[in-house]
T-cell receptor
Framework: KQEVTQIPAALSVPEGENLVLNCSFTDSAIYNLQWFRQDPGKGLTSLLLIQSSQREQTSGRLNASLDKSSGRSTLYIAASQPGDSATYLCAVRGIAGSARQLTFGSGTQLTVLP | EAGVAQSPRYKIIEKRQSVAFWCNPISGHATLYWYQQILGQGPKLLIQFQNNGVVDDSQLPKDRFSAERLKGVDSTLKIQPAKLEDSAVYLC???????????FGPGTRLTVT
């Protein structure tokens, strides 16, 4: 059974810092990996999706990497802003059967201080 | 393009009562998902529909939870009777096809007292 772990559970940084969020998963047989953002009282917004054959994806100040063999992904946020404050969730999709569902980590709650 | 709509946004009920949630997916999306997100945890899939058929309901507590997607569009999720541990945010998501990117609604926050 796939398990996804995100470390740290919470992170507080001053504005302007570059930061890295970590995600690890136990089963490397994945179809893709997605990073989501969740604001309080709101649903999830997809940030980046990395297919299993890809190593990284970039969108603006965000860069996500995937090392499938080691079961790790990182989300890099450059020049953080207070508006980046939210919970960031990592989710992996397996390949077959019930494993094809998204399995989520518990998230990293990020606070960017002005 | 309109997003995934859910109602109600908030619901407070007493244990042993029943409750229903409604979801309207993005137009044309064949796949619909219901997730349960307990405070401090990531979402957990309860049920997945492909059109109006169930693809995966392995984590749905079928003794108290039920869901349907009539006509392959809107969906309702029902809990009867509710327990204290059902307090959570219930998220609905849709995708154009199974395995494609999922789009989430704002969720319904359920509090069972």
């Amino acid at each position: 059974k796939q398990e996804v772990t995100q470390i740290p559970a919470a992170l507080s940084v001053p504005e302007g810092e570059n930061l890295v969020l970590n995600c690890s998963f136990t089963d490397s047989a994945i179809y893709n990996l997605q990073w989501f953002r969740q604001d309080p009282g709101k649903g999830l917004t997809s940030l980046l999706l990395i297919q299993s054959s890809q190593r990284e994806q970039t969108s603006g100040r965000l860069n996500a990497s995937l090392d499938k063999s080691s079961g790790r992904s990182t989300l890099y946020i450059a020049a953080s802003q207070p508006g980046d404050s939210a919970t960031y969730l990592c989710a992996v999709r397996g390949i077959a059967g019930s494993a094809r569902q998204l399995t989520f980590g518990s998230g990293t709650q990020l606070t960017v201080l002005p | 393009e309109a997003g995934v709509a859910q109602s109600p946004r908030y619901k407070i009920i007493e244990k042993r009562q029943s409750v229903a949630f409604w979801c309207n997916p993005i137009s044309g999306h064949a796949t619909l998902y219901w997730y349960q997100q307990i405070l401090g945890q990531g979402p957990k899939l309860l049920i997945q529909f492909q059109n109006n058929g169930v693809v995966d309901d392995s984590q749905l507590p079928k003794d108290r939870f039920s869901a349907e997607r009539l006509k392959g569009v809107d969906s309702t999720l029902k809990i009867q009777p509710a327990k204290l541990e059902d307090s959570a945010v219930y998220l609905c998501a849709s995708s154009s096809l199974d395995g494609y990117e999922q789009y989430f609604g704002p969720g319904t926050r359920l509090t069972v007292t």
